[in-house]
């Protein structure tokens, strides 16, 4: 949970609270909703000029929180998945060159939005934009999975309703087409870009 | 080779500093299942491609992962009972007492330790290895005056000007034929704490065991003049290996540690869980029911 850091790193940076008055680990954690919130309550009710960044980042735990609660996920099927993700991983960076995926079709339940970005922050207030995050739930009793959506994660975003198969090649054109590089130069970041997203997140799914 | 790994169980239910990954409730990890599944898929990574390999533990340890979990170590020793007064706080301290317990060339494991791959081979020979160093002296800037300033009869393997000159070294794998050396270390380690017990409430003994375990290793290393291997060859100044790059399994990354806040990242722990339901069915529906009965 990245923008749970940087939220509390910004609150500390910009004195809307004194570290000492917040138990970092509790705030962290994801079962420890009620105290979590109940800072954000704290720093809004100290600091006026909080109120809007607060109520902002709230929306986002709301968000992140309604999709844990309502996570569907069997372990069986999740840990197929991961064996799947763990067989396309075991491939040569030619025989990945060479595959073919498909868009989860759940990504679009996993999309949330913020009016800052909590992601690129370094002792200043957060940038005012329309940020996209994926929160991804897990089959396991942890925090969801949370991505940002800038760079080239925001493909992501594009490629979201898009249900037709596609080959690596036809991904490698259209990003380099968007983001006007030279496929030779984006081949090795988008490679591992698509092999992380296959394993940790399934966002893509390749077809075996 | 003879390869071991240690479980002092005092800190595991140590409920202090809830998660706080610099503290060992239930072994760093968000909660004891997780911890569980970590240890054991280690256990077995690493017996995959290193048979010879042993638990230094506790009656509690032995409880869980020889008499419950079954885990396939050759042997499993008790030893660790003799830490039992010792504070709880101290984690590290069954590290280095399993250490000083070995009379022959070893190599010690971390439980978050997982491999893919017979990689140790390369340092496995040398007379004194470990997983990696960084220049980063910052990580000690305040603990160290701070043992100086306050503890009793500190020793002077633990004196030294703070300097990036030194390589600061991480045992997440740690070991060699340099036995001797391993006791003058472990026995500084523990003259340390012997001598200021009574301290260590008033101190952040996460950073403290870091202290006494990794920088004494590195100071004595460097004042003694000693070369050691690394599994990384290179300085891991900037963060700059992935040690959690399961993507990279088994291409590019045969070494999975996973370092402080590492443990608690949903991404990695959902790998672990995985893999060892998918790899070791059995360990992992032997593991899950213990859990489930046991409400952890």
Redesign the interface.
């Given at each position: 949970m990245k923008t749970r850091k940087n939220f509390l790193d910004w609150a500390f940076a910009q004195n809307h609270i004194l570290e000492n008055e917040v138990d970092?680990?509790?705030f962290?954690?994801i079962h420890e909703q009620n105290y979590m919130y109940g800072i954000l309550a704290r720093i809004t009710k100290g600091s006026l000029d909080a109120k809007a960044f607060v109520e902002d980042f709230k929306g986002l735990e709301n968000q992140r929180y309604r999709i844990m609660d309502e996570r569907t996920i069997k372990e069986i099927d999740?840990?197929s998945q991961?064996?799947i993700a763990?067989d396309f991983?075991?491939q040569?960076?030619a025989q990945k060159r060479e595959s073919s995926f498909l868009v989860n079709p759940d990504l679009t339940n996993y999309l949330v939005q913020s009016a800052f970005l909590w992601n690129d922050i370094e002792n200043k207030n957060p940038k005012t934009i329309d940020a996209y995050y994926a929160i991804i739930p897990?089959?396991?009793?942890?925090?969801?999975?949370e991505i940002c959506l800038t760079q080239l994660s925001a493909l992501l975003l594009d490629i979201k309703d898009y249900r037709e198969v596609f080959t690596y090649a036809e991904l490698l054109e259209l990003v380099a087409g968007a983001m006007d590089y030279e496929e030779k130069e984006l081949d090795r970041q988008l490679l591992?870009f698509v092999?992380?997203q296959?394993?940790?997140?399934r966002t893509l799914l390749p077809i075996t | 080779m003879k390869f071991v790994q240690s479980f002092w169980s005092k800190p595991f239910f140590d409920d202090t500093?809830?998660?706080?990954w610099n503290f060992r409730h239930h072994g760093g990890f968000?909660?004891p299942?997780?911890f569980y599944c970590a240890w054991t898929y280690s256990c077995l990574s690493i017996k995959k491609y290193y048979p010879n390999l042993h638990l230094v533990t506790d009656d509690k340890g032995l409880e869980i992962f020889k008499d419950t979990l079954k885990l396939p170590y050759t042997s499993f020793s008790d030893s660790l009972n003799d830490l039992e007064d010792y504070h709880k706080g101290a984690w590290a301290l069954g590290k280095l007492y399993t250490y000083r317990l070995q009379k022959e060339p070893f190599c010690h494991l971390d439980g978050d330790v997982f491999l893919f791959e017979k990689v140790l081979d390369p340092v496995l020979k040398s007379p004194l290895f470990c997983q990696s160093y960084d220049h980063d002296q910052y990580q000690y800037s305040e603990i160290h005056p701070y043992v100086h300033q306050y503890f009793e009869n500190v020793p002077t393997a633990f004196e030294a000007e703070l300097s990036d000159t030194i390589k600061y070294v991480n045992v997440g794998i740690i070991g060699g034929s340099a036995i001797d050396f391993f006791q003058e270390y472990t026995s500084k380690a523990f003259e340390l704490i012997d001598e200021n017990q009574d301290k260590l409430d008033d101190i952040n003994t996460g950073l403290f065991n870091l202290y006494y375990e990794q920088f004494l290793l590195s100071n004595m290393l460097s004042v003694q003049k000693l070369t050691f291997a690394s599994l990384y060859p290179k300085p891991n100044d900037g963060n700059a290996y992935n040690f959690a790059a399961?993507?990279?399994?088994?291409?590019k990354s045969q070494y999975i540690h996973l370092i402080s806040h590492l443990k608690?990242t949903?991404?990695y722990?959902?790998?672990i869980?995985?893999?060892l339901?998918?790899e070791f069915p059995d360990y992992y529906v032997r593991l899950r029911d213990y859990c489930q009965k046991k409400a952890l």
């Open positions: 970092q680990p509790r962290y954690s999740a840990v991961v064996g763990i991983c075991t040569s960076d897990t089959f396991i009793d942890v925090a969801p999975k591992d092999t992380a296959v394993l940790y997140y | 500093f809830k998660n706080n968000p909660n299942f997780l399961f993507h990279h399994i088994p291409h608690k949903s991404e722990l959902e790998q869980v995985a893999r339901r998918l």
